[in-house]
Each structure stands twice: as C-alpha cells, then as structure tokens.
Nanobody, 117 residues
Framework: QVQFVESGGGLVQPGGSLRLSCAASGFTFSSHYMSWYRQAPGNQRELVAK???????NYVDSVKGRFTISRDNAKNTVYLQMNSLKPEDTAVYYC???????????WGQGTQVTVSS
C-alpha cells in the first residue's frame, strides 16, 4: 500500500523559511521521479518541484531561486527547503511520485504552509 506522510509545515512570517519532509512507502522510491505539489484555497493543485531518480531537478518559475528539492533514497524521503517565503506560497503542500508529469498515486494528507505577518 502506497503511503505519503508530509510534515514540516506551519505558520511563518514573510521572508522566513521552512523545510518540508515527505516519507514515502509501498513502492520502489529510488526508481521514481518525486515531486512536490501545492494547493491554495480555490486553486487547482500545482506542481512546484520535481526530482528524478538521478537527481535532475525542475521548478515552477514562481519558486526558482527560493525553493530547493532534494531526496534521500536510503530514507525513502523527499524534502523541500523553502526560503524567502511569500504570502502567495500559502497552500497545502503534498508529495507524490511522478510519471510523465502526472501524479502516480493517491495523495497523502499534505502539510499546511501559511505565510503571514
């Protein structure tokens, strides 16, 4: 059974930082592209960052230079370091395995990130 457990969200002031973690299980983590998505109220879920099994990385333009995705295949965990946070980064953040830029499995519970003064 595939499972994603996201953690690390919270309330942070503009300009602050957070590090999200996603522990994955139930599939061969090291063989898959992994991704972070986010969904703000009233918006569709958006692909924010992705990392291949070999470490190739892509970001949506709005987070380039501020967010860093990484993975630890030994721990079946993917991370998202978020710096210089803005109010528009407020959303629930989810991880998933990725194939052809589409999520592969059911979503986890996500982790809420709120950027506000």
């Amino acid at each position: 059974q595939v499972q994603f457990v996201e953690s690390g969200g919270g309330l942070v002031q503009p300009g602050g930082s957070l590090r999200l973690s996603c522990a994955a299980s139930g599939f061969t983590f090291s063989s898959h592209y992994m991704s972070w998505y986010r969904q703000a109220p009233g918006n569709q879920r958006e692909l924010v960052a992705k990392i291949s099994s070999g470490g190739m990385i892509n970001y949506v333009d709005s987070v380039k230079g501020r967010f860093t995705i990484s993975r630890d295949n030994a721990k079946n965990t993917v991370y998202l370091q978020m710096n210089s946070l803005k109010p528009e980064d407020t959303a629930v953040y989810y991880c998933n395995a990725l194939i052809l830029d589409s999520p592969l499995y059911n979503w986890g519970q996500g982790t809420q990130v709120t950027v506000s003064s």
